[in-house]
């Protein structure tokens, strides 16, 4: 073999070692693979207090539109522009939701694939041009001045508890990440829902005025006008009732539980010049918006400043003083921001075409006065010093009295505080309520008055039931 053969043999033998020492060799990873991977998303976010507003944006696949949800700073309080600025009752809620996404970690790297995104479900919401499956839940935070602290599309869960996929809109990188706050973007996760915010077993009197109007003729029929007082061992009775009738005590005790428990479904905000009127407890000035927003809801103006209500009233007596007025006005049916604030609502059938029928969940719209009356709370009365009593007696029986009117003249003042303070959140606002608890709450005298039942005769017989009459 000559020289030259044997140099080329090493060469080729040389670059054959050379790539089975590179094939056997440990792969190394690029290390921009995991860049960011344990970092903070939005580490120059680090004051929760700092956010003033936030925007949650989720798409419904069904109807292929995005569905925004804001909560921000307005006018001293947070408020939900969305609903036509209803207060943000929760108003911790935001500075939680803040805190979780200062947290939020980069867990792991999940996908560097754009073509991963619809089925890790972090596709953007507000993308035209994506698919309608796959959208995640758009996430954005600002201060007062506008400025971006956190914009964040969060996806699917994981599959460990507590984990999602996440990635910043525009960048390609989805992770893994852990958050401890559920971003909600539901209506009734950021305002008080109770609406009466009473205690069921402080409700001394209710007084119902049950009606309905006949538009058609502008008259009320079905009237009915009675009172239910709660009396000593916390019973209650009905007057007016026959002697061969009973209290259906089951349905008074249902109806304050509803009362209780009253749910906010939906808001719809009242016209300027109606609001200032119901804010002061005085009659309303009849002027045409007024007018027509009442009439919508089932509430109609008389001459004298005050208002009938489609289908009745409920006074609610406290015993701290405060009294309730419930008036009931129209059904409505809907779903969503339907029924959570009206959308779409006051939209008039296309020309030559029948109004659509709505399909969903049933509501009624409600109107809600508050206002203190000290008759209910009444004040303790000096005790009648005796004939012979002497001045030191005289001093002590007063003293006595004194004693005991300081505490009374507290719950006075507390619940002209309370009434006040229901009568200001209750002002601005007509509300929708769920129609089961109408249902419980809105009663007639026949829903309350049963006939008695006949005890058996002696020997344990009971007299048969003669024809006609309706089975016992």
């Given at each position: ?31 921009g693979?995991?860049?960011?991977q ?6 120059d ?12 944006i989720?798409?419904e ?10 909560v921000h ?13 209803y ?42 041009k ?9 996430v ?17 869960a ?8 996440a ?23 950021w ?19 049950s009606y ?73 000035e009849?002027?045409?918006e007024?007018?027509?927003s ?14 009938y ?12 003083g ?17 029924l ?6 006051d ?8 109004p ?9 719209y ?23 009593a ?16 300081k ?15 229901l ?8 509300y929708?309520?769920?129609a089961d ?5 809105r009663?007639?005298r ?8 006949e ?14 009459d309706?089975?016992?």
């Amino acid at each position: 073999m000559t020289e030259a053969a044997k140099t080329a043999a090493f060469v080729v033998a040389a670059g054959i070692l050379a790539l089975l020492a590179w094939g056997t060799s440990p792969s190394r990873t690029d290390p921009g693979v995991f860049e960011g991977q344990g970092e903070r998303f939005f580490p120059d976010f680090t004051d929760p207090l700092v956010a003033t507003s936030l925007e949650v944006i989720e798409f419904e696949e069904l109807q292929g539109i995005p569905r925004p949800f804001k909560v921000h700073w307005k006018d001293g309080r947070w408020t939900i522009p969305s609903h036509h600025d209803y207060p943000a009752d929760a108003k911790d809620r935001l500075k939680k939701t803040a805190a979780a996404v200062i947290d939020l970690l980069k867990d792991s790297v999940r996908s560097d694939r754009k073509e991963d995104h619809e089925a890790l479900g972090v596709l953007d919401p507000l993308d035209e041009k994506a698919s309608l499956k796959g959208r995640g839940k758009r996430v954005t935070l600002r201060d007062r001045n506008g400025r971006v602290l956190a914009d964040l599309i969060l996806g699917k869960a994981s599959g460990r508890e507590g984990v999602r996929y996440a990635r910043v809109p525009g960048q390609g990188r989805v992770y893994a990440t852990r958050i401890s706050e559920e971003v909600s973007a539901k209506f009734s996760d950021w305002i008080e829902t109770d609406l009466l915010q009473l205690d069921a077993w402080q409700v001394s009197r209710v007084r119902i005025d049950s009606y309905s109007i006949d538009e058609t003729q502008g008259t009320l029929k079905d009237r009915q006008q009675f009172a239910l007082a709660k009396g000593d061992g916390d019973a209650w009775t009905m007057e007016g009732l026959a002697q061969d009738e009973d209290l259906a005590s089951d349905r008074v005790s249902e109806m304050t539980s509803a009362l209780d428990d009253l749910k906010i479904v939906g808001v719809r905000l009242k016209p300027v010049g109606l609001t200032e009127n119901l804010t002061r407890q005085q009659g309303i000035e009849i002027t045409r918006e007024a007018a027509l927003s009442l009439q919508r809801k089932g509430y109609y103006l008389t001459q004298d400043g005050g208002i009938y209500s489609g289908e009745g009233e409920l006074n609610v007596e406290m015993k701290d003083g405060v009294v309730y007025t419930l008036r009931f006005g129209e059904v409505l049916v809907g779903e969503g921001e339907e029924l959570e604030t009206g959308t779409g609502e006051d939209k008039p059938p296309e020309p030559g075409k029948p109004p659509v029928e709505k399909k969903g969940t049933e509501g009624r719209y409600l109107m809600v006065t508050a206002k203190f009356d000290p008759t209910l709370v009444p004040e303790p009365k000096p005790e009648e010093p005796k004939p012979d009593a002497t001045e030191e007696d005289k001093k002590k029986l007063q003293e006595e009295y004194e004693r005991k009117k300081k505490p009374w003249e507290g719950e006075v003042q507390k619940g002209k505080d309370r009434a006040k303070a229901l009568s200001e959140r209750f002002a601005k606002w007509y509300y929708v309520i769920p129609a089961d608890a109408y249902r419980k709450i809105r009663l007639t005298r026949a829903d309350l008055a049963r006939k008695k039942v006949e005890p058996p005769k002696p020997g344990g017989e009971v007299e048969p039931p003669k024809e006609g009459d309706p089975p016992k």
